[in-house]
């Protein structure tokens, strides 16, 4: 691949920065890459491993003369971040971030970046219920998706060259409308989450009436909301609160679908749930064949572990 930006820099080094670093020196796109994370330990480690060419001391410090910016931190931290380094950015530079809700991450950066910057949000719909700066791998966003959501009247060639380095970084391109993207991430995304986090914590009431079996005997249904449930908890919490209406307006249908079922099982009406089951089976089967999963056993993803 031909270098896209000379230097770069990435505030945050979790799981998605680090995979977009190690991701970027496999296709050799950037020619420096400087990190900063408010997280000593998280700094101590990526310098211990040479995550990055150069270990910032500061947010601010990191940005400095930088040609791309991106903002890796949980979204409820993204507009003190933005506020801290708009002074310092270089004019000309695109400012892009990866967090999984775009309106109030908009809503929070915008106003702190000069007119002179471009800002293109952006969300990598890819990951792993692993953190930190030793999470990352270079093939995580390989045959995956990044939406981009470029403003009205974005430049198109920071725009071209935002696009040009998540392609070289293996994953397929998107444009989405912010408010329709946070519906989107709210169906497929932060609503599972949420229902991943409750199932658990009931199974964590009954652990205490089953004397652990239900860890004990887990079958792979379980096994699989505990993988879900293991995710980031301040990353996490950041996103429903930052996307609460569209997380209440997905939560209110399933809880209407959820009632209909309950009817169903008390009435004993198997025909409307194999219907339902049926229709169900059909969306897993289309996510597979859209290349976005595996029918292998625990969906392809074997016994990774984080720096694997």
Known sequence: MTQVYDRVAVIGLGLIASSMIHAMRRAGLAGTITGYDLSESHRRMAEEDGLCDRMAASAAEAVKDADLVALCVPVGAMGD????????????????????VKRSVIDAVAPHLPPDVTFIPGHPMAGTEYSGPRAGFAELFDGRWCLLLPPEGCDPEALGKLRALWTGMGATVEEMEPDHHDLVCAVISHAPHLIAYTMVGVADDLRRVTDQEVIKFSAAG??????????????????FLNNKDATLEILGRFTEELFALQRAIRTGDGDMLFDYFTRTRAIRKGIIEAGQDTDAPDFGRGKRQPGE
Do not use: K, N, Q, Y
């Open 81 to 100: 971040v933005a506020a801290e380094i708009g002074p310092h950015l270089r004019p000309g530079a695109t400012v892009t971030d990866v967090g999984s």
């Open 222 to 239: 379980f096994r699989d909301f505990t993988r879900i449930a293991a995710s980031d908890p301040t990353m996490w919490r950041d996103v």
